[in-house]
């Protein structure tokens, strides 16, 4: 099952088909709640250059994640959703990193344009703006974003379990095909998926949610 979701301007694919190992009936393992997360921020950075490449290069956040709640049920369906408070708090945390590098970015231009007698904040006072109205601006134009995300990530539908792969829908009343399985490792309270392939690398998740 593939799904794709929106970050910034960037489109991103996360292919959810899970993966469970160990025992004799590795379904009695997963079943249950599991919260993770995953790491987006290259792919935050990459859509940023599309659009604001001077901002994505004064960017300094290390990481935005994208915290991931899934349950697997007994009866081999599947609900995938977003912890839309961690979401949001990412979310507040990115847009304040990009007003500080727009600033960042500002000072430059006016001192590469040989504007010396002028600070950041006068040239926004001039267009009728302060730091916290820009600020403003900015929540305004990407705060709908969260919401979004969690919308578009939201999936439910039904596994199934194949050695040490799982195939998965992404409608409850239609059943897994034989396209798209991950790798997967299930070790007491943890489970690690391998979504390589759609370069994200390994994501942990644990039980409990």
Do not use: H
């Amino acid at each position: 099952m593939k799904r794709r979701w929106m970050v910034l301007p960037l489109a991103l694919g996360l292919t959810l088909t899970l993966a469970a190992c160990g025992g004799n009936d590795p379904k009695e393992d997963l079943v249950g709640a599991w919260s993770g997360q995953v790491d987006v921020m290259d792919q935050v950075v990459e859509g940023m250059r599309v659009t604001a490449p001077e901002i994505a290069d004064e960017l300094e956040l290390e990481n935005f994640y994208i915290p991931l709640e899934i349950e697997f049920r007994d009866d081999n369906t599947y609900i995938m959703t977003v912890d839309q408070e961690k979401l949001d708090e990412s979310m507040d945390a990115l847009i304040q990193k990009s007003v500080d590098a727009t600033m960042v970015y500002m000072e430059q231009m006016l001192k590469e344009q040989g504007i010396t007698d002028m600070t950041v904040d006068e040239a926004l006072a001039q267009s009728g703006m302060d730091r916290e109205s820009f600020a403003d601006l900015m929540e305004q134009s990407m705060g709908n974003l969260s919401s979004s995300v969690a919308q578009q990530i939201q999936t439910e539908g039904q596994y199934r379990l194949e050695g040490n792969q799982m195939y998965t829908s992404d409608d409850k009343d239609t059943e897994p095909g034989s396209d798209g399985a991950t790798p997967y490792t299930l070790d007491g309270e943890k489970l690690n998926m391998d979504f390589s392939n759609v370069s994200l690398g390994e994501v942990t998740f644990t039980r409990g949610g």
